[in-house]
């Protein structure tokens, strides 16, 4: 049995005061730029065509997405962006817009860590929505069969998480990369590096408190 116990208390405390230190710093960074004009005059989107055709990549379609939309789709191999990247001629969506890009990239050259995640994505769906019941029910029935697989089920989540960072840091960098190659002001290109640096912080925050819940858990089960 695992008893939520003063190192539970204390668990929920340290990861929520990195969860909401990582989206503040985020907030406000987005904030900061996204009231920064860039220099090219180029929306989020048309942004994002132009580094498409700069790398030869033509079968990428760039589509307008809601609020907080921002992500490629391997399936459709697509990029969506949220309005205000999408629309945006500010330092904020030229960088969001590149970062997105950046994943099609990778998409198109089949970087490795980009598959990795991509295999195990029907197990993390499977894991993410079942590990917490039977974990409850490994718990309060004293299965210790239940729990452990909940621990399984658990950690490929938190190998999810951990595979995750390689392909956001890429996608960072492909950016970074295609703004110097173009020409982008040295001051434009450090605004987008501070907007992408606190992006990669919410990935690094949600991996670290993954990995301190899953190595309570198994602490506990040990105890």
């Not at 960072?165 to 173009?182: D, H, K």
Request: hydrophobic fraction near 50%; charge should be neutral.
């Amino acid at each position: 049995m695992m008893p939520m116990n003063s190192s539970y208390l204390m668990l929920v405390v340290v990861t929520l005061i990195i969860g909401l230190g990582a989206q503040w710093y985020v907030n406000h960074k987005l904030k900061v730029y996204n009231h920064v004009a860039n220099s090219t005059g180029l929306t989020g989107s048309e942004a994002a065509r132009q580094m498409l055709a700069y790398y030869g990549i033509t079968n990428v379609q760039v589509f307008r997405g809601g609020p907080g939309q921002d992500y490629f789709d391997p399936r459709s191999n697509s990029v969506t962006l949220s309005p205000e990247a999408y629309d945006g001629r500010t330092i904020t969506a030229t960088a969001t817009a590149c970062h997105e890009v950046g994943h099609a990239c990778q998409f198109a050259q089949d970087y490795t860590p980009m598959k990795i995640r991509g295999a195990i994505v029907p197990a993390v769906n499977l894991a993410s929505n079942a590990w917490i019941f039977l974990l409850m029910a490994g718990i309060f029935l004293h299965i210790s069969g239940l729990t452990t697989a909940a621990i399984i089920m658990y950690a490929v989540v938190v190998l999810f998480q951990l595979v995750t960072l390689p392909v956001e840091f890429n996608a960072s960098q492909r950016a970074m990369v295609y703004m110097g190659q173009i020409g982008l002001p040295a001051a434009e290109r450090k605004g987008a590096f501070d907007v992408l640096r606190a992006c990669a912080f919410t990935y690094l925050a949600a991996a670290l408190t993954s990995v301190l819940q899953l190595l309570w858990l198994l602490n506990q089960r040990e105890d």
